[in-house]
């Protein structure tokens, strides 16, 4: 999923008042918790509130569609968030688990691709048909990064319908979202791929259901202590070998290495996943507030109506995989937004619904989209008659 910038200067609060924003995100996310004891806001989620809110909060020229504070949550606050909550990743159980949703992406991104193809021969996608549905398949199977890499590869430079592209793939995919997090609760859903369900929360995760038991300031200081050095060493080395936008897998290879090998110090530490909670909503907050709404009414219908085959047709797929191979309802969350949205989404609500078994899962898944993704994209181009030379 893209996010993209607005244009316009005449908001409420501007894009340059850092309190203001952060006041303004706090005070949202505030509600959306309180929201969420209510029997309505159990049915939506603290995290969809949070998304409806400041999507309608930008839409009103409230906030801002971008800033530089968004930039802060998405590059340092939400690795940190990740590496908070993988400090009691228990390596074996990961390993045990994992593999159920990567064959439940793997088979998303099937059906992720197959839309894209279909689509191609039914809806008008424009002059540039092959490349469009490249990049759409590209960014639903990978992310934006993809996105960008194959839209250069099979050079689709055309400023309006790269424009047209991102506006869709960018309100529709906050859409895909808002959409998975209300399946996620739905208990017609729970009932029906409850198979192993318990293996998705770690041993504590009742205990700590009850409050944080054994909290101490000292404990809290330490976890973020641990967090910030993993973070810090993640990114040097990623960026010492060169390979940046893999950051997310390198802190989720040093942080569950360290959690596997001090578990016992580790286990007795409390308080760090209220804090990577706070975290995760305001990074949804700053995807809700990028949503674009008037450039998907200003696109082309058949954009618009490939992007919503491609969801369709994936999950299809991957729902059919949950029923053939008895895999679980977050199992098949998870994989979907990995295969979707990305890992940080994937991880951000297996972690608001206190997953804990699939966050590095729906890292390692999401990851893996980002190396195939212009592969699939780039076959898709050439298979409907493109030419990349």
């Known amino acids: 999923m893209q996010l993209i910038t607005g244009n316009s200067t005449h908001y409420m609060i501007a894009p340059d008042n850092i309190f203001g924003l952060l006041a303004a ?22 995290v969809g509130i949070v998304l409806l809110g400041a999507l309608l909060a930008a839409q009103f020229e409230i906030i801002p569609r971008s800033a530089p504070f968004y930039s802060v949550i998405w590059t340092y606050l939400v690795p940190f968030a990740i590496a908070l909550f993988l400090l009691k990743a228990d390596l074996i159980k990961v390993f045990m688990e994992g593999g159920r949703v990567v064959v439940a992406f793997v088979i998303g991104a099937v059906g992720a691709a197959a839309g894209a193809v279909i689509g191609a021969f039914f809806f008008d996608l424009g002059p540039h048909e092959p490349a469009v549905a490249a990049i759409f398949s590209a960014t639903y199977i990978g992310g934006s990064l993809n996105f960008v890499a194959v839209a250069e590869a099979v050079r689709l430079d055309d400023p309006s319908e790269l424009a047209a592209a991102l506006a869709i793939d960018n309100i529709l995919g906050v859409s895909f979202i808002i959409f998975m997090n209300f399946v996620a609760g739905w ?17 504590e995760s009742a205990e700590e259901d009850t409050e944080n038991q054994g909290f101490s300031f000292a404990g809290l200081l330490t976890a973020l202590a641990l967090a910030a050095a993993v973070v810090s060493a993640s990114t040097s080395l990623a960026a010492y070998l ?8 390198f802190i989720t290879v040093i942080m569950t290495a360290v959690a596997t090998i001090g578990r016992r110090m580790i286990s007795r530490l409390r308080g760090e996943e209220m804090v990577a909670m706070i975290f995760m909503y305001l990074f949804f907050a700053i995807i809700g507030a990028g949503a674009d709404v008037n450039g998907i009414l200003n696109a082309a219908p058949g ?33 979907s937004l990995a295969c979707i949205a990305g890992p940080p989404i994937a991880a951000a609500i297996a972690i608001l619904m206190k997953w804990r078994n699939l966050v590095v899962p729906g890292i390692l898944t999401g990851i893996l989209g980002y190396v195939i993704g212009n592969f699939v994209g780039i076959g898709i181009f050439k298979f409907l008659g493109g030419a990349l030379f």
């Open 187 to 203: 208990k017609l859903l729970q009932r029906h791929f409850s198979w192993r369900v318990k293996s998705i929360w770690g041993e």
């Open 25 to 46: 995100f706090l005070c949202l996310s505030a509600a959306a918790a309180l929201m969420e004891t209510t029997s309505l806001g159990r049915r939506i989620s603290g």
């Open 242 to 249: 060169g390979y940046e936008q893999y950051v997310l897998l």
């Open 303 to 335: 954009l618009f109506l490939e992007v919503l085959l491609i969801f369709s047709v994936h999950l299809v797929f991957i729902f059919i995989a949950g029923v053939l191979l008895k895999l679980n309802y977050a199992e098949l969350v998870v994989a």
